[in-house]
């Protein structure tokens, strides 16, 4: 069953009233540095992966999908089995999955530390446990699902530097694991948000991300139209 949109159009007057408590955290704290630690652009184009967990995918999926250097998203579910990699069986939040998108980038354009900082800057509010606002359930939690150790490496390194800055009110709950295999959402949840731009949620909750995207990172921000 898909997520309860009337619900969040209920909620829309007190959230866009008291703002969103991602960002939020970074206007208090000054913004969201960049890693100390990363990876430099690589020389010649080509195509590497990461897969970041922050909440429902529709929203994480908009935000990456207009990234600059960015070459593919995919929405779709890791941390769980090939069995259950179904939107049914992961709302149950009984098979292990994380609503997750995969992004695939062109290391010479962009850096995976520069995705890190934009995943913990506008994507989702890090400190909340399993759960992004009303969205609760282990399949909402916060994770980074690393495809190497260099990604290990800078990812941790990334969100001990931004605890020790104390940039969030709370420290960062994010996990950062292993991929042990991602598996592509149904057809209907790709790109949702551009097809369905009215969507009270995507008004509520996805729709802000994107704008602070583009007011955040703007020499990174790209208009995206569908593939």
Request: proline share 4%; net charge neutral; glycine share 8%.
């Amino acid at each position: 069953m898909l997520r309860s949109h009337y619900f969040y159009l209920a909620l829309c007057v007190v959230l866009l009233a008291f703002g969103f408590s991602l960002w939020m955290h970074a206007q208090t704290r000054g913004g969201i540095p960049a890693p100390q630690v990363d990876a430099a652009l690589a020389h010649t184009s080509s195509k590497e992966t990461a897969i970041f967990a922050g909440g429902c995918f529709w929203g994480t999926q908009s935000v990456f999908e207009r990234v600059k250097g960015v070459v593919a998203t995919t929405a779709g579910y890791a941390g769980g089995s090939a069995a259950t990699a179904t939107y049914d069986q992961v709302t149950t939040e009984t098979t292990g999955h994380a609503e997750s998108v995969k992004v695939v980038y062109d290391p010479s354009k962009i850096t995976y530390g520069k995705l890190l900082q934009i995943f913990f800057s506008v994507v989702h509010d890090p400190t909340q446990l399993n759960r992004q606002g009303n969205d609760v359930g282990t399949s909402y939690r916060s994770a980074i699902f690393y495809t190497s150790e260099e990604q290990r490496n800078i990812s941790t390194a990334y969100i001990a530097q931004l605890d020790a800055a104390k940039v969030f009110r709370k420290p960062i709950v994010t996990q950062v694991v292993p991929l042990k295999g991602f598996y592509d959402a149904e057809s209907y949840h790709q790109d949702y948000a551009l097809h369905h731009p009215d969507n009270p949620y995507i008004l509520v909750c996805d729709r802000p991300k994107v704008e602070a995207l583009r007011k955040e990172f703007p020499d990174l921000f790209q208009e995206y139209s569908g593939k």
